[in-house]
């Protein structure tokens, strides 16, 4: 009986040869990262208590994107601590206001096929679009890693997800995911790892597939993971980094079930305040007002999302009332906005640009909500207060769904605004 890619990934990681799910062992970790805000500052004083230092600075990342740019004194103490943290122990891959940690570790190819990496944040998951496995911790758990480079798993079983077809224009991996939440529960993949393949996934570049693999948090997975393919070698020789497609599931593997979609068949949805699986077809949403827009984060604002935004706002002007805000996925996503126009365009329809980082979606960087505010997001969750006030409210969707209700004051079919049949 063969192994799926996620016990293979586990079973190198821990010096066996086979690995079965329910399994528990140790393992040695390829690559972690932490963040301002799960990072030095949490379990830095544990370190200097146990008389150890970092197992290994070259295989550490440290991210400050949550506190960035600081907004109050007790903000910029936790970006001090943080860059103290780094100078101390030599950390040369640090990155601060670069972007959101879950993009860097992409764009900057820290993540390689076949890797086991952890990461201190659930949306580390993210990184499985490169083929590696990619699995979130706490701080404790993260403080062993920091000074071992070890840590327990037990092996999650695999649920197998095809997606046949092609996603429609005007339709993103963030309706499909959106979609597959709603008809799974946020509980669905509770501590499964969710292998993505099929037609649709094949014509997918990189950003639109690491929605995918980003969003399995939020129906409770272990991780989500991509099999490298041609065009994860190609994303990895634009960062020249020559490497195999890596390893795949085999052909008699034991997968716990399969989902199976029709990507042609999904259309542009919106998660209703306050769950992100009350999943409904943003031609179905209704009016409810709007006063706030907002693009941003890990799985809505890279370039191409900002793209995506841009197609619906070209020669249009956000609706009175309405504040539309972007804040950047990376400074890379920046620079290549403001280098295609997209940033001009974006700038033009009255998007207020803020600094990379997470932002307002964890509800602790600018532009966060205040009491009865009514929003709708490209972000990932909105359970209450998620991104602000708990007397506001949150909507998710794609870009092009944001877009489109900035500019109606309400929630709408996106289609209706690129001329795409509905």
């Known amino acids: ?80 601590t943080t860059r103290e943290f780094v100078k101390e122990y030599g950390i040369t891959r640090f990155h601060e206001a670069e972007g959101i940690s879950h993009t860097l570790m992409v764009e900057k190819a820290y993540v390689r096929p076949g890797m086991l990496y952890v990461g201190g944040d659930s949306h580390s998951l993210t990184a499985g679009v490169l083929g590696c496995l990619a699995i979130g911790v ?7 890693i920091v000074a071992t480079g070890r840590t327990w798993l037990r092996v999650p079983k695999t649920i197998r997800v095809l997606i046949d077809g092609g996603l429609p ?78 390893p795949v599931s085999d052909q008699d593997a034991v997968f716990e079930t399969t989902w199976g979609y029709d990507a042609s068949a999904v259309v542009p949805v919106v998660a209703r305040p306050h769950k992100h699986d009350d999943v409904v077809a943003a031609a179905d949403a209704g009016e409810a007002p709007l006063s706030r827009a907002y693009i941003g984060a890990c799985t809505g604002a890279k370039y191409g999302d900002l793209a995506m935004a841009a197609e619906v706002l070209a020669g249009r002007k956000v609706a009175p009332g309405v504040l539309l805000q972007v804040a950047p996925a990376s400074r890379a996503a ?39 505010e009514v929003c709708i997001s490209t972000t990932s969750r909105n359970a209450r207060g998620r991104m602000g006030s708990p007397d506001s ?5 794609s870009p092009y769904s944001v877009a489109a209700a900035a500019v109606a004051g309400h929630v709408v079919d996106p289609r209706e605004m690129l001329a ?3």
């Open 138 to 144: 706490g701080s404790t758990d993260m403080l062993g």
């Open 1 to 80: 009986m063969g192994m799926t890619l996620a016990e293979k990934i586990i079973a190198r990681a821990g010096g066996r040869d086979v690995v079965r799910p329910d399994d528990v062992l140790w393992v040695e970790v390829d690559v972690a990262m932490t963040h301002d805000s799960s990072g030095p500052r949490r379990f830095w004083p544990s370190l200097r208590e146990l008389g150890v230092g970092v197992w290994n600075p070259e295989k550490l990342v440290i991210v400050a994107d949550h506190y960035v740019p600081a907004a109050d004194v007790g903000s910029a103490r936790i970006l001090q």
């Open 420 to 422: 795409v049949p509905v």
């Open 169 to 246: 224009t005007g339709v993103t991996a963030k309706d499909l995911i959106l979609t597959i939440i709603g008809e799974q529960g946020m509980d669905g993949g509770l501590y499964r790892v969710l292998e993505f393949g099929g037609e649709a996934i094949a014509g997918m570049d990189i950003e639109e597939r690491s929605v995918l693999t980003n969003m399995c948090a939020e129906i409770g997975a272990k991780s989500g993971i991509v099999p490298a393919d041609a065009t994860t070698v190609a994303y990895l020789a634009d960062r020249d980094i020559d490497v195999p497609t890596g």
């Open 393 to 397: 409210e949150v909507w998710l969707g």
């Open 334 to 372: 920046l620079r290549q906005a403001m280098e295609s126009g997209v940033a001009q365009i974006l700038m033009d329809a009255g998007a207020h640009i803020l600094s990379t980082g997470c932002g307002a979606c964890p509800g602790i960087g600018t532009g966060v909500l205040g009491p009865g």
